[in-house]
């Protein structure tokens, strides 16, 4: 006898994350996990420190104050907020609650990477639409959904192609599916965008009953480390979370640090108005240097090299001066990088390497 676990454990491929060190490099510049510029917001430290002395106590298992802080900052109901370690915790609840052995879970090619790790642990069938133009593609989603499909994935904007669907498409993705069907829109980079048609999934939310909207403390804010994303969703959805979820999921400091962060005047204009601007700034130097970079609306953009020797080689030449940046092989795109958008400094140190490697 061996011990096994289920058998669509082992078609899992495991997370890779973004790097963090290179051997013999001593100032390291991390732009491989879209942490955030700017690293926390100050208020958030402060709470985390206030925190510390209250280690002992157990959260409140019901985030109350946390739920509240959510709903004032974006004008949603604090009883349709659900909190999580993270937003991959939620999708993983989600897909666990709603998917599982014989259904099928609906995602673009290119889409985040945990819907197909999770899906697999739970024992969907993962399909992958292609896109076009590293956008997705609404009639080719619609027309893969099946009798089994229950779960359907859009990160809008998407990680890591950066490209976004207008809001009439996202509805029409939405009208497209059965009412069996959940559609979950991972708005993980919502802040960051700048379109004005664009609603992070709300919206949708409370239009539909089938639709649940992710969001994260992860980006915008910072607060990777800290782990600590939310859903906002309709009330049959929440009960279910409500009972599958851990009682304690989400730490003290993090719902601390999210109380302080979402609080903390000017925070999200500023990363905002930062981000607009040196994306724009990193693209049009990129460009002219030869390099094709996919448009984005996230804090990244996705870079082109053509060919994979070609992206590997640009890893290496950005390596060598300290800075990581992200690979794409296990996207799928093996002849892109995605890079971070990080302070002014940062940004203009991947020009100068990237300027150096195409010129050399
Ligand atoms: C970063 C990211 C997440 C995960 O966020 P956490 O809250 O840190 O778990 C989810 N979806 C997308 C598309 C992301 O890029």
Redesign the pocket.
Known sequence: MTLMPRPSILAVEPYVGGESKIPGVNRIVKLSS?EGAFGPPPAAVEAIRAMAAEAHRYPDGGATALREAIGARFGLDPARIVVGN????L?ALLILAYGGEGTELVMSAHG?M?YDITGRWAGCRIIKVPEKNLTTDVDGMLAAVGPRTRLVFL?NP??PTGSILPQAEVERLRAGLRDDILLVL?S??AEYVTRPDYDAGAKLVDASGTTVM?R????IFGM?GM???WCYAPRAVIDVLGRVRGPFNVNAAAMAAGIAAVAEKGWVECSVEHNTLWRAKVSDALTALGIRVWPSEGNFVLVDFGTAAKAKAADDALKARGLIVRAMGGYGLPQCLRITIGTAEECGMVVDALTGFMRG
Do not use: I
């Open positions: 879209n993270g937003s991959d915790e999708l985040f945990m990160a998407n990680n991972d993980a980079y992710t994260t403390f992860s980006k990777g782990r600590l994303g």
